[in-house]
């Protein structure tokens, strides 16, 4: 069993940065992708960023490329989401995602394993 436990988030004005963490525990040596999804109130949840074998390669959505940075630190099982420039649009509810299911996309929700979330709140 994976547990996936988000913290980091806030409340923050526009232009402000926050790092969001993603500490994992469990069968975690196994997974191919670690990804970040958010969701909005009253919209979908969409993928934000993933991360592939550790840093092999990195994936964002084109809303937040340039401002969002995903790494990785294997060696305590914390994927990161470095958050830059926050725009009012960025507030929602964030989530870490591990175990990418076979034929799955990195922004689409097929991943097996979910956290609670944390909030990220900007104000203009």
């Known amino acids: 069993q994976v547990q996936l436990v988000e913290s980091g988030g806030g409340s923050v004005q526009a232009g402000g940065s926050l790092r969001l963490s993603c500490a994992a525990s469990?069968?975690?040596?196994?997974?191919?992708?670690m990804g970040w999804f958010r969701q909005a109130p009253g919209k979908e949840r969409e993928g934000v960023a993933a991360?592939?074998?550790?840093?092999?390669?990195?994936y964002y959505a084109d809303s937040v490329k340039g401002r969002f940075t995903i790494s990785q630190d294997n060696a305590k099982n914390t994927v990161y989401l470095q958050m830059n420039s926050l725009k009012p649009e960025d507030t929602a509810m964030y989530y870490c995602?591990?175990?990418?299911?076979?034929?799955?996309?990195?922004?689409?929700?097929?991943?097996?394993?979910w956290g609670q979330g944390t909030q990220v709140t900007v104000s203009s």
């Open positions: 991360i592939y074998r550790g840093g092999l390669s990195t």
């Open positions: 469990g069968y975690t040596y196994s997974s191919n992708y």
């Open positions: 995602a591990s175990h990418l299911v076979s034929g799955g996309t990195w922004y689409r929700r097929d991943y097996r394993y």
